[in-house]
Antibody, heavy 119, light 106 residues
């Protein structure tokens, strides 16, 4: 079945960067987009952006423009999300999610990666 | 950015109750709306997409309706497994989630 397996938890200092990976399997990787969604402790879901895996085109939420980069490696069917200039407000669980063939709703999700930003 | 406003934020209900959650968009999103269920510490689960299409394997007690700017998620008869937090998501222009509705035991 479709799987999205994310990299492990990270602890970062303020000002640092973090790069989270999302390994996809059991489906044609370049046929579906990958999005990133985060959830701060006790808070709701926040959309960060989306990437077309077939050509690398990305669109980011305005809030993260200039601070986030989403990439893919089609040879390893892995998507990446890098967030720079971290602050304590970036402490959250970060999810990757795969959209559907004809709708940008998220049918499959990774297990989540906890990123903690603390001095 | 399109804003999504869910109501109520918290809903207390009993098993067997009919439950309705509303999601309003700040501008028209046609029918490009999804609903998710999230249980503590778990990834969200897709329930409904394109405003009213039930995802495979989701019980038929869940239904969605609406178009334009106003949408509803209805659970026809609340079951013990349904106590969770529900989110709407628009995907008409980029994407935005509502702030969530927690359905708790009355």
């Amino acid at each position: 079945q479709v799987q999205l397996v994310q990299s492990g938890a990270e602890v970062k200092k303020p000002g640092a960067s973090v790069k989270v990976s999302c390994k996809a399997s059991n489906y044609p990787f370049t046929s579906y987009g990958i999005s990133w969604v985060r959830q701060a402790p006790g808070q709701g879901l926040e959309w960060m952006g989306w990437m077309a895996t077939y050509d690398g085109n990305a669109k980011y939420a305005q809030k993260f423009q200039g601070r986030v980069t989403m990439t893919t490696d089609t040879s390893t069917t892995t998507a990446y999300m890098e967030l720079r200039s971290l602050t304590s407000d970036d402490t959250a669980v970060y999810y990757c999610a795969r959209d559907m063939k004809f709708a940008e709703a998220y049918q499959y999700w990774g297990q989540g990666t906890l990123v903690t930003v603390s001095s | 950015d399109i804003q999504m406003t869910q109501s109520p934020s918290t809903l207390s209900a009993s098993v067997g109750d009919r439950v309705t959650i509303t999601c309003r968009a700040s501008q028209s999103i046609t029918d490009l709306l999804a609903w998710y269920q999230q249980k503590s510490k778990k990834a969200p689960k897709l329930l409904i997409y394109d405003a009213s299409t039930l995802e495979g394997g989701v019980p038929s007690r869940f239904s969605g309706s609406g178009s334009g700017t106003e949408f509803t998620l209805t659970i026809s008869s609340l079951q013990p497994d349904d106590f969770a937090t529900y989110y709407c998501q628009q995907y008409n222009t980029a994407s935005t989630f509502g702030q969530g509705t927690k359905v708790e035991i009355k």
